[in-house]
């Protein structure tokens, strides 16, 4: 988090960006348009504070160092994880873990959950082996 609070007025200017998703006086949350958008621009040769202020940002209100730091990051996500890692990690979080026992029934609810994750995932796994296949055949012909 950066040192620089941002004043109520600030917030609201913020605010009315489509690229915040969320403001507070020490910190905000872009969307995963704006950081998919700024690696983009960014892959083409455009300048970090340049493509903040093509999508609207008031570049002196967010601050050279805050703007370094999300362009860092999000450059060193999107290597080591793909478009992936773009993505606001805290909305897939479990949070805290349970402390009470659950019921019968929560309990067949998440292995029901569970089930139908690693069906669609088996399923995933064989439509990807079957295109597979059919790449290596295209190359041996």
């Known amino acids: 988090m950066s040192k620089k609070h941002f004043t109520n007025q ?14 507070s006086t020490k910190a905000i949350t872009y969307t995963d348009t704006f950081k998919e958008r700024f690696i983009q621009e960014y892959s083409q040769g455009t300048l970090p504070s340049e493509i903040f202020q093509e999508a609207g940002f008031p570049v002196d209100v967010l601050g050279a160092t805050r703007i370094r730091k999300a362009s860092n990051r999000w450059r060193t996500a999107f290597q080591e994880q793909g478009p992936a890692g773009l993505s606001d990690g805290r909305k897939h979080a479990p949070g805290r873990p349970l402390t009470r026992e659950l019921s019968l029934e929560e309990k067949y609810a998440r292995l029901e959950a569970k089930m139908k994750w690693l069906e669609a995932e088996n399923e995933f796994l064989k439509k990807l082996d079957q295109l597979e296949r059919q790449m290596r055949k295209k190359k041996s012909n």
């Open 10 to 23: 600030e917030q609201d200017q913020l605010r009315r960006n489509p690229y915040v998703k969320k403001v």
